[in-house]
């Protein structure tokens, strides 16, 4: 396939999964465009909010978009360029946000490159959010895992580049609202857990990370990383939707994040609660997804990205977190499409990586169904295009919306 064909192609396609946002341009809606680029872990959340709180002015017809990590390091390419076209439509000149759940190169690796070229190409970002930095009377212990060097180097990026202004470098504490700055009426998007420390129902924050045999809390090397994720609740009018990095749900030496989540959700959010949409932590780790955050999450929606990759010996998603979706009736949506579908995920193969997009128009009101679409697109495992394969489908939350 040519350039100019496949570069087509993949413009098109990204035109085409987004809403129509000039004909219900009156209208309020959100895209959630989950990408299938490799085994890693990127998405990008397009919010347009026609209504903005009392007393300030709208701004780009109050239209945000936010990336939550960035891939693998072989990804910056396709990223770059899936995000710059969705800027291009949207005809916004900037990124909003960057937010790194946490310092894994899966979910970081792409990082430094797509600043570079964001800002070659364009204004940039206006702000970058990762764990570095919580410090304070609220967080009187810093976890530091053990960083790789590529972690370190991007850690390095981040401070020269920030101290030479081209964008605001910070952390978010738990409880805090990501769009606090944007005044916006149909959205939050809340933050649950940050650097191993969850909301609870007294109105501070706990500690999630167990303590050593001394008493001290501490992070092991490499995975326990993980445990310093952050997690959020996105609420667009009676629509939830869930996202935690790769948090996990006791076990396998993770600390348990996602039972403090349920707990202080339980008492934080009224009978009947539920996510209409998640994206599953860790990849579709056992570890991850537990009992009781599948039980209160109760999605119908659960999106998995992973692209069965090997991690410690064992194929990613797992047939644990997958059995569990399925008892729940869950409709589930990977980044990729295995040649043989089956049952057993252990014997299934790579054959495609793909996209999932949700978008819902229009601010889903309490005690209606909440109307879900949702296209597939497929990108080749080899080159990561687009190849112009779309499916698209309507997935309805008929659970009770209050």
Not at 47 to 55: F, N, P, S
Not at 276 to 291: I, L, P, Q, R
């Amino acid at each position: 396939m040519s350039i100019k064909k496949s570069t087509f192609i993949f413009i098109l396609t990204a035109i085409l999964c987004l809403p129509s946002l000039r004909i219900q341009a009156q209208q309020s809606s959100l895209t959630i465009h989950q990408l299938g680029l490799a085994d890693g872990d990127a998405g990008l959340y397009v919010i347009m909010d026609t209504t903005v709180a009392a007393g300030f002015a709208p701004s780009h017809r109050d239209t945000t978009v936010i990336l939550i990590d960035a891939q693998r390091d072989y990804c910056s390419v396709p990223l770059f360029k899936y995000v710059d076209s969705i800027l291009r439509w949207l005809h916004r000149p900037i990124l909003d946000y960057v937010v790194l759940s946490h310092v894994h190169i899966d979910h970081y690796g792409s990082m430094v490159a797509l600043m570079d070229s964001l800002r070659i190409h364009r204004d940039s970002v206006t702000k970058v959010f990762d764990r570095f930095g919580l410090i304070g009377a609220r967080y009187p212990y810093v976890y530091t895992a053990k960083l790789s060097k590529s972690a370190v180097a991007y850690k390095n990026y981040m401070q020269q580049k920030s101290v030479a202004g081209r964008f605001a470098w910070g952390s978010i504490q738990p409880d805090s609202n990501l769009l606090v700055d944007k005044h916006l009426t149909n959205f939050s998007i809340t933050c649950l857990s940050a650097n191993g420390r969850c909301m609870n129902n007294t109105g501070h924050d706990s500690i999630f990370i167990p303590k050593n045999a001394t008493g001290k809390y501490e992070i092991k090397a490499s995975k326990n990383e993980n445990d310093l994720s952050y997690s959020f609740l996105l609420t667009f009018g009676a629509f939830n939707y869930y996202t935690g990095g790769d948090l996990g749900g006791g076990g396998g030496g993770y600390a348990n994040g996602e039972t403090p989540i349920v707990q202080y959700l339980h008492g934080a959010k009224p009978a009947g609660f539920h996510v209409c949409a998640f994206k599953v932590d860790h990849h579709g780790s056992e570890y991850s997804t537990n009992d009781s955050l599948v039980a209160l999450m109760n999605p119908t929606l659960a999106i998995v990205p992973a692209a069965l990759r090997s991690f410690n010996g064992t194929t990613l998603p797992t047939n644990t977190a997958i059995s569990k979706l399925r008892t729940a009736n869950d409709s589930i949506r990977y980044t990729f499409i295995p040649s043989n579908p089956g049952v057993n995920v252990n014997n299934w193969k790579l054959a495609y990586l793909q996209d999932v997009v949700l978008s819902i128009t229009g601010v889903p009101a309490n005690g209606a169904n909440v109307t879900m679409n949702v296209s597939r697109r497929r990108r080749s495992k080899n080159s990561r295009r687009l190849d112009g394969t779309v499916v698209n489908e309507v997935i309805t939350c008929t659970k009770t919306h209050n």
